[in-house]
């Protein structure tokens, strides 16, 4: 625990309700920000029996929280805990993707490098509050540490399949050449150590539609999970079948 000070921008959420998961929604709350935090990435998680959902979200540039939401999923409660914590991108995790298996909580995050991808991290509990075990990278046949060119949103099993686990993943590049990958993550770490070398300033290194690329053109890659253990894996498929599972 600890006070809650500003990150010096503001990021706010706005929460809907229905009745129905397809709709109509309606506008219950604006300008949430939980804990008094602007909130990166996040991923909301509920507890099949009682109904007691949670909030996972990275406090920007710093580490990974848990948050207690209230009865009715529109706030959080106060009660809280940190996980992940890093001095500085491209380190921090962000992009938590959490699911059960095995009486196992499972969460996959990625690093911080903007729309360029990084290397994604696959951590275990027995709590929705931790203490979190980082495993390691999930994507062992991929060299150039890109998670395959994209950055896993969320991840859900199959409801009719025993143990078919699908990963959802963000593409925001799908043209950019992984060999690009580790100049790139060189040069946010440098740049956010303070480095006084002059390659750390990335927009004088790379091209501006990188930085701030079209985020039109970005592309979403589905692929199944794979366990060894309490590990998993995300293999490669240039194409697969749901069918192909039991």
């Known amino acids: 625990m600890g006070e809650i000070t500003g990150e010096g921008h503001t990021q706010e959420s706005t929460v809907l309700l229905a009745d129905d998961f397809l709709g109509p929604y309606r506008v219950v709350r604006t300008g949430l920000r939980p804990l008094g935090m602007n909130a990166g990435d996040f991923d909301l998680a509920v507890h099949p ?20 939401l209230t009865d009715d999923h529109t706030d959080v409660t ?52 931790g203490p979190w075990t980082v495993l390691g990278d999930p994507y062992p046949d991929d060299a150039f540490g890109t998670s395959h060119r994209s950055q896993i949103s969320q991840v859900f099993k199959h409801p009719h399949k025993k143990d078919l686990y699908i990963a959802l993943a963000d593409r925001w590049l799908p043209g950019l050449a992984p060999e690009l990958n580790q100049r790139v993550q060189e040069g946010i ?23 701030d690329p079209d985020a039109s053109i970005a592309d979403y890659g589905w692929l199944p999970l794979r366990f060894d253990g309490d590990m998993t894996f995300v293999d490669w498929h240039d194409e697969w079948r749901i069918e192909d599972w039991d």
Do not use: M, Q, W
């Open 78 to 129: 106060g009660h809280y805990s940190t996980h992940f914590p890093h001095p500085h991108p491209p380190y921090v995790r962000e992009a938590p993707a959490y699911f059960t298996r095995g009486g196992l909580h499972y969460l996959i995050t990625s690093g911080t490098s903007g729309y360029f991808p990084n290397r994604s991290e696959v951590a275990v509990a027995h709590s929705y509050h």
């Open 49 to 68: 029996a009682d109904g007691k959902a949670y909030y996972y979200f990275e406090r920007i540039h710093s580490e990974l929280i848990c948050a207690d």
């Open 189 to 211: 770490e440098r740049r956010f150590s303070g480095a006084p070398e002059p390659t750390a300033d990335i927009p004088a290194s790379f091209p501006r539609e990188l930085l």
